[in-house]
T-cell receptor, first 112, second 111 residues
Framework: EAQVTQNPRYLITVTGKKLTVTCSQN?????MSWYRQDPGLGLRQIYY???????DKGDVPEGYKVSRKEKRNFPLILESPSPNQTSLYFC???????????FGSGTQLSVL | QQQVKQSPQSLIVQKGGISIINCAYE??????FPWYQQFPGKGPALLIA?????SEKKEGRFTISFNKSAKQFSLHIMDSQPGDSATYFC??????????FGPGTRLSVLP
């Protein structure tokens, strides 16, 4: 089954404790991206990647890191999480620009 | 200039009625305008999309109307059904890389 898999589904952590949210797709997509969803603000892009070893900032990259060492994986790293990073996070992928985005099921992160 | 505005914030429609959600953008470089549908606990899923060289696109009960000169586009859901109750996001893509989403519209269709 074609899908984007995010883990974990739920995560509660404390301020400053490094964490990684994993994202994997099995569709051989070149393009991958991360979004955060907050009430009243919609989805805001954090980082995106056009292909392996190619990443770029989205609209809200501060406090986040990403890497794209393999085509299928695009982890999101929070080196020192803060409470304002409490949000619902989505990973997405597509074959190329301006094509249908396939979203994962989301990761609900709470930073205490 | 990157912002996409969306209205209304919430919408209640009777079964069989027409649901209309409007979006507006500023950046004329946007070249792809999708609508995504999101059910609670799920990720958004593409519903329908349009490119600026077309004024209207219809897929079943869902229609996008696009007004390039006004920099506006809208989603029309005909014969709305309770199963259409979800949050809808309009979006615009800049150079095929950076997707900008509207804040979302929560649609409730009453039986």
């Amino acid at each position: 089954e074609a899908q984007v898999t995010q883990n974990p589904r739920y995560l509660i952590t404390v301020t400053g404790k490094k964490l990684t949210v994993t994202c994997s797709q099995n569709m051989n997509h070149e393009y991958m991206s991360w979004y955060r969803q907050d009430p009243g603000l919609g989805l805001r892009q954090i980082y995106y990647s056009m292909n392996v070893e190619v990443t770029d900032k989205g609209d809200v990259p501060e406090g986040y890191k990403v890497s794209r060492k393999e085509k299928r994986n695009f982890p999101l790293i929070l080196e020192s999480p803060s409470p304002n990073q409490t949000s619902l996070y989505f990973c997405a992928s597509s074959t190329r620009q301006n094509e249908k985005l396939f979203f994962g099921s989301g990761t609900q992160l709470s930073v205490l | 200039q990157q912002q996409v505005k969306q209205s209304p914030q919430s919408l209640i429609v009777q079964k069989g009625g027409i649901s209309i959600i409007n979006c507006a953008y500023e950046n004329t470089a946007f070249d792809y305008f999708p609508w995504y549908q999101q059910f609670p606990g799920k990720g958004p899923a593409l519903l329908i999309a349009i490119r600026p060289d077309v004024s209207e696109k219809k897929e079943g009960r869902f229609t996008i109307s696009f007004n390039k000169s006004a920099k506006q586009f809208s989603l029309h859901i005909m014969d709305s059904q309770p199963g259409d109750s979800a949050t809808y996001f309009c979006a615009a893509s800049l150079y095929g890389q950076n997707f900008v989403f509207g804040p979302g519209t929560r649609l409730s269709v009453l039986p």
